[in-house]
């Protein structure tokens, strides 16, 4: 079992930045993939960002390439996203997610554990 804990959540202006973390519950974090997703009101969750157990591999939606970095931090059982020149569009309630496997792993629907999510809210 593993309990996700997102935060680093909030308002700020078009061309900002923040920092979302997720800690993770558990000693077998490294095991896991993990991912963020969002999800905007009255869209469906959608992927964001994934990064391997070793953190060697990561992947991006198009929509985030070249402004979003994922990386983790398995000493700290702890996921990170950094999102930087965010636009309005990127407002939505963000959610980390983990996979007990090696490969990325991009469908909602593969992942097993979810944490209740941050809102990110930007400003134009």
């Known amino acids: 079992q593993v309990q996700l804990v997102e935060s680093g959540g909030g308002l700020v202006q078009a061309g900002g930045s923040l920092r979302l973390s997720c800690a993770a519950s558990g000693r077998t974090f490294s095991s896991y993939t993990m991912g963020w997703f969002r999800q905007a009101p009255g869209k469906e969750r959608e992927f964001v960002a994934t990064i391997t157990w070793s953190g060697d591999s990561a992947y991006y939606a198009a929509s985030v390439k070249g402004r979003f970095t994922i990386s983790r931090d398995n000493a700290k059982n702890t996921v990170y996203l950094q999102m930087n020149s965010l636009k309005p569009e990127d407002t939505a309630v963000y959610y980390c997610?983990?996979?007990?496997?090696?490969?990325?792993?991009?469908?909602?629907?593969?992942?097993?554990?979810w944490g209740q999510g941050t809102q990110v809210t930007v400003s134009s």
């Open positions: 997610a983990a996979r007990r496997t090696k490969a990325i792993v991009v469908v909602t629907t593969l992942y097993e554990y």
